[in-house]
């Protein structure tokens, strides 16, 4: 089975730029979550969806946006890129849940490296 | 809000030692407990916890979770120079948390031939 596959795997923009990144989780996930992974913050969440829906956000400002499409393969984009948005950008991705008792597993992309001059 | 301690914030050792890696949590409504090894790359999945005092095996890893005492350890024995890695820990909250995984500083593990 083919893994979480991200592009592109690595972005030079200038700031004031947006930029789009594009996460294609496991076949068979439904749920999709993206993580910033910097030196200084370690890995933080940014948002999840499921079923074209997003269910949950961190705590990040508006200018980071994401949807989901119809076959699970999301989206993120970033406007108006700042320097300090140069991270590690990562998706995950689980066979998601209604809500249940159970609990599963992510699994990581291979990331897409930003770098904001 | 969620929190997850990891110690040591690094580790040196030989070839063929055990290291032990440590994980506190702090986290509302806990579902799971989660383990991944970082290189240069992404993280890789290696066990999630979601019982107390189930050790989890997978060759020379192993892991072991106390939801008493807020803590999980993973413990790496016969130790190659291939298991240096960050190890990350990571808890996910029940409820209406979905997707959202909390991370440790992570435990930088580096071992010397």
């Known amino acids: 089975k083919a893994g979480v596959t991200q592009t592109p795997r690595y972005l030079i923009k200038t700031r004031g730029q947006q930029v789009t990144l594009s996460c294609s989780p496991i076949s068979g996930h439904r749920s999709v979550s993206w993580y910033q992974q910097t030196p200084g913050q370690g890995l933080q969440f940014l948002f999840e969806y499921f079923s074209e829906t997003q269910r949950n956000k961190g705590n990040f400002p508006g200018r980071f946006s994401g949807r989901q499409f119809s076959n699970s393969r999301s989206e993120m984009n970033v406007s108006t890129l700042e320097l300090g948005d140069s991270a590690l950008y990562l998706c995950?991705?689980?066979?998601?849940?209604?809500?249940?008792?159970?609990?599963?597993?992510?699994?990581f992309g291979p990331g897409t490296r930003l770098t904001v001059t | 809000e969620d929190k997850v301690v990891q110690s040591p914030l690094s580790l040196v050792v030989h070839e063929g030692d055990t290291v032990t890696l440590n994980c506190s949590y702090e986290v509302t409504n806990f579902r799971s407990l989660l383990w991944y090894k970082q290189e240069k790359k992404a993280p890789t999945f290696l066990f999630m916890l979601t019982s107390s005092g189930i050790e989890k095996k997978s060759g020379r890893l192993s892991s072991i979770l106390d939801k008493k005492e807020l803590f999980s350890i993973l413990n790496i024995t016969a130790t190659q120079t291939g298991d240096s890695a960050v190890y990350l820990c990571?808890?996910?909250?029940?409820?209406?948390?979905?997707?959202?995984?909390?991370f440790g500083q992570g435990t930088i593990l580096t071992v010397h031939p």
């Open positions: 995950a991705s689980s066979p998601g849940r209604r809500p249940s008792l159970s609990a599963y597993e992510q699994y």
């Open positions: 990571a808890v996910e909250a029940g409820g209406t948390s979905y997707g959202k995984l909390t």
